[in-house]
């Protein structure tokens, strides 16, 4: 990377740590560490729920989730405005009703200490994890650019964020993020006028949809009603609701940033400009990753996105000595049937002649792809039927050589980690972005990383010392006992960082770990909120028995969408809650 990148890229770092530092340094009570001091105005609240939501993880994962299989993830959010409807005119007046610091400080305060206690840990358990995988994404990139061991990137990362969001806690995440949503959006609208430029010598804006949606990377929508697809209308819009309504309502990582607002109406104005600007703001990412796709038409790419991984394949004198040994390695004048891999002596591809298949593909792709564009000009329909008949049948091939390459690297490099799909973006970046503007869209990653990784730190901090330790809220031992928590979490969460390349996409990842105790967490909620006669013992028995549920259903094989997890557990949270409850007011003898 160019001295010039280096110097943009740290110098945004340094800041946006050194500002929080600076500007929250005299922090001394909790109502300014846990809340803020009710000081945002709705735009601020805007700003940081959306950098709590906009991880690493969005601007990584999420242009590989549209590369690969196009617009349909946007249906995820479809059930999120209406969930930002919801949270404003129930949730947010009763949190600042109660005057509480956390959401489950509301039901401690609704049923009992005991499931206060059970939400706490459900939300302790689901965020650590997270957090660990939005430290965990950032790292990727670092430990590309940088080549340095993964872990330690980790604790690079990890690091900067523990200083400032440790200095000036909820304060600290509020005033930083402001920064880091400029950040982020100016490099979105770099990356994509980029490619659009970069793409034009090829095909224009409209012709590179159209070319996209022929190969049906622009299909939106799937109506289809199948448990088993994780993203449709359908899931999105139920699934995707209670989710999202989870996931803002409860959550006090997101709960954390509209109780800072100043006034109810402050911070509801705040959470619905969200809901407007969210569903735009992923569809424009995902937009990115098909135009990162369409680019690739059109230009050669890696048949490996993880660079470190094609290194190492080069250098390792195994691969070398197997494909002599067979008569595989490539002598630049035997001809290449894209179509069969030559097998190594162990009966796996040959990493070598994969290579060579692959841009063998890549050239018959850019010739079809130029000539699909030519006919669409000139109205030849027809043909280009055909075409993408063609342009189809040459990805799935070479689909299929990116996975014989993954397993040829698994076998290979036992140490490393074969999944690649994170590393499409960064590639693009990396490899045709002028010098600069690599600097400032690797910033717009970090801090995107930073942003949501502070936010979760100070949530969790929060949430142990006044739900689960439960200090009185008042003097410096609370700020102090904060502080440690937010380091301690800091370090758990680098320690769960460790797992996370066993995901083959860390946008699923953190999809998947929310709705495994969102809905149980959100089931709860709806009876404290709706059920005014359910008390606390049948609230805690449906929440255990919803729990076990999901955990049955998610381990257990049932083949089942994720999305709909947060359908069902909630589901079962109020149905046991509700027949538990009116089984002892009859036993009571109490009329119904």
């Not at 002649?353 to 841009?359: G, K, M, S």
């Not at 949501?452 to 142990?464: I, P, V």
């Not at 994720?562 to 027949?579: D, K, R, S």
Request: aromatic residues 12%; proline residues 3%; hydrophobic residues 50%.
């Amino acid at each position: 990377m160019h001295w010039i990148d280096w110097i943009i890229l740290l110098t945004t770092l340094a800041f946006i740590v050194g500002y929080g530092v600076w500007h929250t340094r005299g922090t001394r009570t909790a109502s300014r560490y846990l809340r803020g001091d009710n000081e945002d105005r709705w735009w601020a609240v805007t700003l940081s729920v959306m950098a709590t939501q906009a991880s690493a993880i969005t601007f990584l994962s999420t242009p590989g989730q549209g590369f690969l299989e196009g617009m349909g993830f946007v249906q995820f959010y479809l059930g999120l405005p209406l969930a930002m409807v919801v949270i404003a005119w129930v949730f947010i007046p009763l949190y600042y009703k109660w005057n509480v610091y956390t959401a489950y400080e509301f039901i401690g305060k609704r049923f009992d200490e005991r499931t206060r206690l059970l939400t706490a840990i459900l939300f302790l358990i689901q965020r650590g994890l997270s957090t660990g995988l939005t430290i965990y994404a950032p790292s990727i990139v670092l430990s590309k650019v940088l080549h340095w061991p993964l872990g330690w990137t980790c604790v690079f990362i990890g690091g900067l964020v523990i200083i400032y969001t440790t200095t000036g806690g909820a304060k600290a995440v509020g005033v930083t993020h402001k920064q880091q949503m400029a950040v982020m959006f100016g490099g979105l609208i770099i990356a994509f006028t980029l490619l659009v430029q970069q793409i034009g010598a090829h095909a224009t804006f409209g012709e590179s949809l159209q070319l996209a949606g022929a190969l049906g990377k622009m299909d939106i929508i799937d109506t289809t009603w199948d448990p088993t697809t994780k993203y449709t209308l359908w899931s999105g819009l139920i699934g995707g609701f209670f989710l999202q309504l989870s996931y803002f309502g409860t959550d006090q990582s997101q709960v954390q940033r509209y109780l800072g607002g100043q006034t109810i109406r402050q911070a509801r104005v705040g959470l619905l400009t969200n809901g407007l600007l969210k569903i735009p703001m992923q569809f424009f990412i995902l937009l990115i990753g098909v135009l990162v796709f369409v680019f690739y038409l059109f230009n050669p790419g890696p048949v490996h996105w993880n660079e470190a991984n094609r290194n190492a394949m080069e250098r390792s004198d195994d691969r070398t000595i197997r494909g002599s040994e067979n008569g595989n390695a490539w002598d630049g004048t035997r001809t290449v049937d894209p179509v069969i891999p030559a097998l190594s002596r162990e009966g796996r591809p040959n990493a070598t002649d994969l290579e060579q298949q692959h841009a063998a593909i890549n050239i018959q792709l850019a010739a079809d792809a130029a000539t699909w564009v030519r006919n669409n000009r000139d109205g030849l329909t027809a043909d280009n039927q055909q075409l993408t008949t063609n342009l189809q049948a040459a990805l799935t091939q070479d689909n299929t050589l990116r996975e014989a390459y993954r397993a040829e690297v698994k076998a290979t490099l036992p140490a490393a980690e074969p999944n690649d799909k994170d590393y499409i973006f960064i590639t693009w970046v990396m490899d045709h972005l002028p010098v600069g503007l690599v600097g400032l869209l690797l910033a717009m990653i970090f801090c995107a990383g930073m942003g949501s990784t502070s936010s979760q730190l100070s949530a969790l901090a929060t949430t142990a010392v006044v739900d689960v330790f439960r200090k009185p809220l008042a003097g410096v031992d609370q700020v102090i006992a904060t502080k440690w928590a937010t380091v301690a979490f800091g370090v758990l969460a680098l320690l769960f960082a460790a797992i996370f390349p066993l995901f083959d996409n860390l946008i699923q990842a953190v999809n998947i770990l929310g709705s495994l105790f969102y809905g149980t967490i959100l089931g709860v909620f709806l009876v404290a909120f709706f059920l005014k006669k359910v008390g606390g013992t049948a609230v805690f028995i449906g929440a255990l028995v919803s729990q076990a549920v999901i955990l049955v259903i998610h381990f257990g094989g049932f083949e089942v969408a994720f999305l709909w997890y947060n359908l069902i557990a909630p589901a079962v949270v109020v149905g046991v809650a509700l027949v538990l409850s009116g089984a002892w007011e009859k036993k009571m003898g109490i009329q119904q």
